[in-house]
């Protein structure tokens, strides 16, 4: 059996930097916050003022470089987080993703794009699974639709 060595970094899972992560972050929320749907979703957590969103980003930024850099820089729980935020819907996450793809493909290179959008992906998909399951009221049983 082969492990990989502790005295060793692990490589990215996917060839970007974290200068590309802040880009991507950057970019994306700019767009968010003006989105017709997400946009609304969104306010209700985040005041408007760009104060307010610098934290955000650079919490999102350091889940990305945990994620796929191995920073280690990321503290929280995603799950967590999306399922008490009453305002948030397994509906929003197709858009959520699709604009993020857009904004991968806007910034970074073909290959690039499609190995964080396909990462992404798969976080999305198990995100938007725990919001389907999420138990808004807990004296009643969970929905299995």
């Known amino acids: 059996m082969w492990f990989w060595p502790l005295s060793s970094t692990l490589p990215p899972r996917i060839d970007v930097t974290r200068a590309d992560i802040e880009r991507v972050v950057a970019v994306f929320y700019k767009r968010i916050r003006g989105h017709p749907t997400l946009g609304p979703v969104f306010a209700k957590s985040i005041p408007a003022t760009r104060d307010a969103w610098a934290p955000h980003e ?23 987080v999306h399922m008490s935020t009453p305002h948030v819907h ?56």
């Open 58 to 80: 650079a919490k999102i930024a350091n889940f990305w470089a945990n994620a796929i850099l191995h920073e280690r820089s990321y503290s929280g729980n995603p799950m967590a």
């Open 90 to 145: 397994a509906e929003h996450f197709p858009i959520w993703l699709d604009l993020f793809e857009e904004c991968l493909r806007d910034i970074l290179t073909p290959p690039q794009a499609d190995s964080f959008n396909a990462f992404a992906r798969r976080i999305g998909r198990g995100l938007q699974m725990g919001m389907i399951y999420r138990n808004p009221d807990p004296d009643q049983p969970p929905s299995l639709l």
